[in-house]
């Protein structure tokens, strides 16, 4: 065939693009969504992964409490941990998938920057373990239940405000 029998192809923007979050498998988008919002290094990408209204189950011993959450609400949140532990290290120490849900551990490190409870900040090291099961549809995230130990943490800033307080 010669040169001037070959017809230009030519690829538009769109064959370019990454696939839309609904041809990503459940796994994906919550593993995302930890990456790049949960981890606090792009909070504003939670319209990315989260749908338009998620119900997220508060998981406690003394109660369960459902808040519902729009993705500026979860940025905000994620804003707010910023603000308590700074820079924090988000890593996931396990994921497992089965259909349209996702459970996740993960670790949370940072340092007491501001008060949790009308403590005086220390800057002492924080570390939160935390569990969720995060139920994917159509490529967002439509609904979680989120458990996190909370006394761990409480005694950690207690622990922290009485070191500094003994110094």
């Known amino acids: 065939m010669s040169a001037s029998r070959l017809l230009p192809v030519v690829i538009g923007a769109s064959f370019l693009a990454p696939l839309p979050a609904v041809a990503a498998t459940p796994e994906a988008v919550v593993r995302g969504f930890l990456a790049d919002v949960r981890s606090g290094r792009h909070p504003d990408l939670a319209d990315q992964y989260l749908a338009s209204s998620v119900r997220a189950h508060q998981v ?6 459902v808040v519902v959450r ?16 700074g820079d924090f290290a988000f890593e996931v120490v396990e ?16 340092r007491h920057l501001a008060s949790q409870s009308g403590e005086r900040p220390t800057g002492a090291p924080l570390t ?3 569990s969720a099961v995060y139920r994917v549809r159509g490529g967002r995230i439509v609904e979680y239940w989120i458990q996190t130990d909370r006394l761990g943490m409480d005694l950690q800033v207690r622990r922290a405000v009485a070191q500094a307080a003994a110094r």
Do not use: K, N
């Open 95 to 110: 994921c497992l998938a089965a259909d349209d849900r996702v459970y996740v551990r993960w670790r949370q490190t940072g």
């Open 70 to 85: 729009t993705p500026a609400d979860y940025a905000a949140h994620v804003r707010e941990f910023l603000a308590l532990y």
């Open 60 to 65: 406690t011993s003394e109660g369960e409490a």
């Open 128 to 130: 939160d373990i935390s």
